[in-house]
T-cell receptor
Framework: ETGVTQSPTHLIKTRGQQVTLRCSSQSGHNTVSWYQQALGQGPQFIFQYYREEENGRGNFPPRFSGLQFPNYSSELNVNALELDDSALYLC??????????????FGPGTRLLVL | AQSVTQLDSQVPVFEEAPVELRCNYSSSVSVYLFWYVQYPNQGLQLLLKYLSGSTLVKGINGFEAEFNKSQTSFHLRKPSVHISDTAEYFCAVIPAGGGNKLTFGTGTQLKVEL
């Protein structure tokens, strides 16, 4: 059983640029969630995808968008990068359903620095 | 909406001493509760979870937590810590019914000293 993987591990961009982060879900999981963790803070929910459709969104502007592919891998896209977008971006996979199926398993994260 | 409070931002403790990391939550609906650990420059690893049933749950690495519904708490404990337990610990909740968003606390930095 493979765990959640993310790429790249680190990224440096300049203000105004666009970035794409990638995530591969744990084997068998059909739901992926993305979180932003600013330095010294807890993770904040960006959005979740289930069966290639957005299935819930946190308080993030539309320039944060995502995709989920038929193999359940996922992308997080951020347009018009701002300095405050500098953070660790975490992907988590789970199964859709109740109880233990709601448990989310996290990847190692992508650290984004915007200059 | 849910919220999670971790009052202790840092907890220093000597090796082999017991430790308790506090977590309180607020929610108008039933929730599931989780503790995650984050080692430096890494993602989050699930320590344990409470879904239903026995209020005392055991997790990995010798950690356990007790769910107290009346006090809306889910404190994490370990009877004897090791240097390798030094990490950031996050408490989180998710609605037991509809809803798919994990809400995290701000974390507690556990520093184990010799």
């Amino acid at each position: 059983e493979t765990g959640v993987t993310q790429s790249p591990t680190h990224l440096i961009k300049t203000r105004g640029q666009q970035v794409t982060l990638r995530c591969s879900s744990q084997s068998g999981h059909n739901t992926v969630s993305w979180y932003q963790q600013a330095l010294g803070q807890g993770p904040q929910f960006i959005f979740q995808y289930y069966r290639e459709e957005e299935n819930g969104r946190g308080n993030f502007p539309p320039r944060f968008s995502g995709l989920q592919f038929p193999n359940y891998s996922s992308e997080l896209n951020v347009n018009a990068l701002e300095l405050d977008d500098s953070a660790l971006y975490l992907c988590a996979s789970s199964l859709d359903g109740q109880g233990a199926l709601k448990t989310q398993y996290f990847g190692p994260g992508t650290r984004l620095l915007v200059l | 909406a849910q919220s999670v409070t971790q009052l202790d931002s840092q907890v220093p403790v000597f090796e082999e001493a017991p430790v308790e990391l506090r977590c309180n939550y607020s929610s108008s609906v039933s929730v599931y509760l989780f503790w995650y650990v984050q080692y430096p420059n890494q993602g989050l690893q699930l320590l344990l979870k409470y879904l239903s049933g026995s209020t005392l749950v055991k997790g990995i690495n010798g950690f356990e937590a007790e769910f107290n519904k009346s006090q809306t708490s889910f404190h994490l404990r370990k009877p004897s810590v090791h240097i390798s337990d030094t990490a950031e610990y996050f408490c989180a909740v998710i609605p037991a019914g509809g809803g798919n968003k994990l809400t995290f606390g701000t974390g507690t930095q556990l520093k184990v000293e010799l």
